[in-house]
């Protein structure tokens, strides 16, 4: 994962997976995939917490689960974009004044596939490393996900 700096409020962050572009892309909008790694280690997304409405102004919300607390984290967004399998976006409204993230999935040609993540408007407390540590165990979870499709 390479994280690149922007502007204070923005975030972009690549990453390569073992997969074709199709697998990511559906990977990550679907919901009987995402309840497989979305979320930080020691958090779980159960299904019934996932609606996906994969078409623009269509709705993108999960809640993730602490595991040791139960405590619960919603996300709740719209697609703005929903170009299968090269883009998708969506925006938060309710995180720090509509938070976008855009992500950008490129056939690498060798049966790996790039995915960009970029991000605007983003909080604070979401551009902690905390918070970065914890989005890429997200990833890491994607990883052994798609190794076992």
Known sequence: MSDTPNK?????ITRIFEAQREVVFECMTTPSHLTHFWGPIGMSTPLEGITIDRR???RFETVM???ETGEKYPVRGAFVEFNPPLAFS???AGVNGAMMTAIVFNDLGDGRTEVVTHQTNVPPMLMS???QAGLETSFVKLDAYLATL
């Open 56 to 58: 623009p102004g269509g």
């Open 8 to 12: 204070p409020d923005e975030l972009t």
């Open 65 to 67: 689960v602490n595991d």
């Open 90 to 92: 969506f925006t938060e």
């Open 129 to 131: 490393p905390e918070a």
